[in-house]
Protein backbone atom coordinates (compact mmCIF):
# COMPACT_ATOMS: atom_id res chain seq x y z
CA UNK A 1 0.00 0.00 0.00
CA UNK A 2 2.78 2.43 1.12
CA UNK A 3 4.58 1.55 -2.40
CA UNK A 4 1.31 2.94 -4.41
CA UNK A 5 1.07 5.86 -2.02
CA UNK A 6 4.31 6.52 -2.97
CA UNK A 7 4.69 6.00 -6.64
CA UNK A 8 1.66 9.09 -6.70
CA UNK A 9 3.01 11.30 -3.71
CA UNK A 10 5.46 13.74 -3.47
CA UNK A 11 5.82 12.84 0.60
CA UNK A 12 7.02 9.30 0.92
CA UNK A 13 6.06 6.85 3.67
CA UNK A 14 8.10 4.36 4.92
CA UNK A 15 7.00 0.75 5.01
CA UNK A 16 8.54 0.57 8.91
CA UNK A 17 6.24 1.85 10.52
CA UNK A 18 7.69 1.34 13.87
CA UNK A 19 4.54 0.46 15.91
CA UNK A 20 2.33 -2.89 16.22
CA UNK A 21 -1.85 -2.05 16.69
CA UNK A 22 -2.26 -3.54 20.42
CA UNK A 23 -6.49 -3.50 19.92
CA UNK A 24 -6.99 -5.86 17.05
CA UNK A 25 -5.70 -8.99 17.81
CA UNK A 26 -6.52 -10.96 14.79
CA UNK A 27 -7.71 -9.95 11.12
CA UNK A 28 -9.82 -11.74 9.61
CA UNK A 29 -10.23 -12.99 5.70
CA UNK A 30 -12.89 -10.16 3.64
CA UNK A 31 -15.02 -13.63 3.28
CA UNK A 32 -15.82 -14.12 6.68
CA UNK A 33 -16.56 -10.61 7.96
CA UNK A 34 -20.49 -10.79 6.99
CA UNK A 35 -20.89 -13.55 9.06
CA UNK A 36 -19.02 -11.78 12.32
CA UNK A 37 -20.63 -9.06 11.77
CA UNK A 38 -24.21 -10.54 11.75
CA UNK A 39 -23.47 -12.77 14.40
CA UNK A 40 -21.54 -10.41 17.04
CA UNK A 41 -22.88 -7.20 16.35
CA UNK A 42 -25.86 -5.59 17.83
CA UNK A 43 -27.60 -5.19 21.31
CA UNK A 44 -26.93 -8.00 24.16
CA UNK A 45 -24.41 -9.86 22.16
Given at each position: ??????????V?????V???????????????????????A????
Open positions: MFKAHNQGNEQLNENGWKPSLYTKVHPTQAVPALVKAKGVGK
